[in-house]
Nanobody, 124 residues
Framework: VQLQASGGGLVQAGGSLRLSCAASGRTFRNYGMGWFRQAPGKEREFVAG????????YYVDSVKGRFTISRDNAKNTVYLQMNSLKPEDTAVYYC??????????????????WGQGTLVTVSS
């Protein structure tokens, strides 16, 4: 599976962005999907994930109620809708494919494939 993230950019606080992650490979629908982010000087952190086995979605507390992860298997694409953006959301955002037998979508070690990242900058 190859992943291509897009949709990042500069937005004012309170604004919205939708990130997209296009996947190639016919096995895309066999994977859960997740989004991580990495701010300058910080470790990569889990943002949102959707597990393959049951389709349940999980979010880091700081984005609950503001971000929504979704996928369109017909388009081999996963999305991250980000609303009410805050300056602390500024980071490079990465999409990743979560292994089918994996359980903990918050654990980056359970992801087999990663996209190249897209930069989101939220100005105050």
């Amino acid at each position: 599976v190859q992943l291509q993230a897009s949709g990042g950019g500069l937005v004012q606080a309170g604004g919205s962005l939708r990130l997209s992650c296009a996947a190639s490979g016919r096995t895309f629908r066999n994977y859960g999907m997740g989004w991580f982010r990495q701010a300058p000087g910080k470790e990569r952190e889990f943002v949102a994930g959707k597990r393959w086995s049951d389709g349940n979605a999980y979010y880091v507390d700081s984005v609950k109620g503001r971000f929504t992860i979704s996928r369109d298997n017909a388009k081999n694409t996963v999305y991250l809708q980000m609303n009410s953006l805050k300056p602390e959301d500024t980071a490079v955002y990465y999409c990743a494919a979560h292994r089918p037998m994996g359980w903990n979508v918050k654990d980056l070690h359970e992801y087999d494939y990663w996209g190249q990242g897209t930069l989101v900058t939220v100005s105050s």
